[in-house]
């Protein structure tokens, strides 16, 4: 299959690298030039342009960042979807607003361009590993041609509604994760500060009832976990400034309906804090410093 794939990242890169080595052939596009000479150095064949990605593309797969480089890639007199091939399919991975996902369904389907939302979770670590979770939003029919795309790259495939439902199901998610992150940096701060040995209170709580994902798979401690992000000064992984966006497009959702979210209001704020204390660019993992006594 002829896929085009634009937005080489944190996430995209790895994805991209999945697909190249299932046999599909590939044209890729960042507009970051240092993200396509790393993966260029992966084998990825890099386009001069987004526009020379999709000529003759039959799946086009996005992973940007938010809402108006989403908007600003396909929407407009001259963006993609007036050069995507009518009956190509485009799945859009980037966690963006529900609202956005389905104006640019709506604009793809009046060009006979099926386009379905799928936004991801399971992190860098799922992306490279190939077992990310997607929440799908738009028609069956259109998820099952993308089904034998998307299981190169991940090992669970949900349907969670028509287009802009894999947004709304990704945000829910995503504000839990902000919130838990904040409760077990306040837990393990809160233990460190008493003598215990963060890797034995993180085993602990692992196996207890405050076991949760962060625990399992992305310790915000350095030190704890070899691999996760904290261990690596906070880099890669998950932006705080990614995670700022989520809370905050949870948080105009649940404007628009009503719902109550005073945990995930909170949790953005002190996410906010975090980015304007000069650490936006750092792992979500690091709002462990808000809570974490300084070293003297
Ligand atoms: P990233 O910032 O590492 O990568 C985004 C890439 O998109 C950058 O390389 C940027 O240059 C490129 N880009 C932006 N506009 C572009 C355009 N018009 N054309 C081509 N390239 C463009 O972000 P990421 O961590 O890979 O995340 C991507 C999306 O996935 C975000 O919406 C994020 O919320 C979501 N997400 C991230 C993670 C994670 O752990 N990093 C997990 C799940 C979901």
Redesign the pocket.
């Known amino acids: 299959m002829k896929i085009a794939f634009?937005?080489?990242?944190?996430?995209?890169g790895p994805m991209a690298l999945n697909l190249l080595k299932a046999g599909h052939t590939l044209s890729a596009?960042?507009?970051?030039a240092d993200?396509c000479r790393k993966f260029a150095a992966e084998g990825l064949a890099i386009a001069a342009s987004?526009a020379e990605t999709v000529a003759g593309a039959e799946v086009v797969i996005s992973?940007?960042?938010?809402s108006a480089?989403v908007e600003?890639?396909y929407l407009g007199s001259d963006g993609l979807l007036g050069k995507i091939a009518p009956g190509a399919l485009v799945i859009d991975?980037?966690?963006?607003a529900a609202a956005t996902s389905r104006k640019v369904a709506e604009a793809g389907a009046k060009r006979g361009i099926a386009v379905i939302d799928a936004?991801?979770?399971?992190?860098?670590g799922g992306a490279i590993a190939g077992t990310l979770t997607f929440m799908v939003g738009g028609a069956e029919a259109d998820l099952e041609r993308a089904r034998p795309v998307l299981e190169k790259m991940g090992a669970n495939i949900f349907h969670a509604g028509a287009a802009g439902a894999g947004q709304t199901a990704k945000i829910c998610n995503n504000m839990l994760l902000g919130i838990l992150m904040i409760g077990t940096s306040e837990a393990i701060a809160l233990g460190v500060a008493n003598g215990l040995d963060p890797k034995v209170l993180s085993e602990i709580m692992r196996r207890s009832s405050g076991g949760n994902w962060a625990l399992e798979k992305y310790n915000p401690l350095p030190g704890v976990m070899e691999n996760a992000p904290a261990s690596k000064g906070y880099a890669g992984?998950?932006?705080t400034d990614?995670m700022l966006?989520?809370l905050g497009l949870a948080q105009e959702n649940a404007a628009a309906v009503r719902a109550s979210t005073p945990l995930g209001g909170l949790a953005r704020n002190l996410y906010a804090a975090h980015s304007l204390g000069g650490h936006g660019a750092l792992d979500f993992s690091s709002v462990i410093k808000l809570v974490q006594a300084k070293a003297a």
């Open positions: 634009i937005g080489l990242g944190n996430m995209g596009f960042d507009l970051s993200a987004a992973m940007l960042p938010a480089h600003g890639l991975s980037s966690t963006i936004p991801v979770s399971g992190g860098t992984g998950f932006g990614l966006k989520d």
